[in-house]
């Protein structure tokens, strides 16, 4: 059974930083998250999930949500099979449940979501102005 688990999310100011973390465990034919395109998304209260940022499996091209460029940072440590997104200058709007999508198509860094093959439950990061 395949689980992908988000971290890092918590309760900040207007300004501060967090670091997501995204692992997986149990992937398909003994792969690991290193091989798979990793994407960020976001849903607020009320609203639809959107991408934040994406990354592909080397690491080798990243994409950003206009809301996310310049402030966010997606990483990856394939030694530790850990997908990251620093998010730095953190406003009230990024008040959201962030997800992180594994996609198997390792080239792949997609904006879509139903690129992506297995999902975690998400971590609520909630920024008070």
């Known amino acids: 059974q395949v689980h992908v688990v988000e971290s890092g999310g918590g309760l900040v100011q207007a300004g501060d930083s967090l670091r997501l973390s995204c692992v997986a465990s149990?992937?398909?034919?003994?792969?690991?998250?290193?091989?798979?395109?990793v994407g960020w998304f976001r849903q607020a209260p009320g609203k639809n999930l959107y991408y934040a940022a994406a990354?592909?499996?080397?690491?080798?091209?990243?994409i950003y949500a206009d809301s996310a460029e310049g402030r966010f940072t997606i990483s990856r440590d394939n030694a530790k099979n850990t997908v990251y997104l620093q998010m730095n200058s953190l406003k009230p709007e990024d008040t959201a449940v962030y997800f992180c999508g594994a996609n198997r198509i390792g080239t792949v860094a997609s904006i879509s979501s139903s690129d992506y093959d297995y999902w975690g439950l998400g971590t609520q990061v909630t920024v008070s102005s």
């Open positions: 149990g992937l398909p034919s003994g792969r690991a998250l290193s091989s798979y395109a």
């Open positions: 990354i592909t499996a080397t690491g080798d091209r990243t």
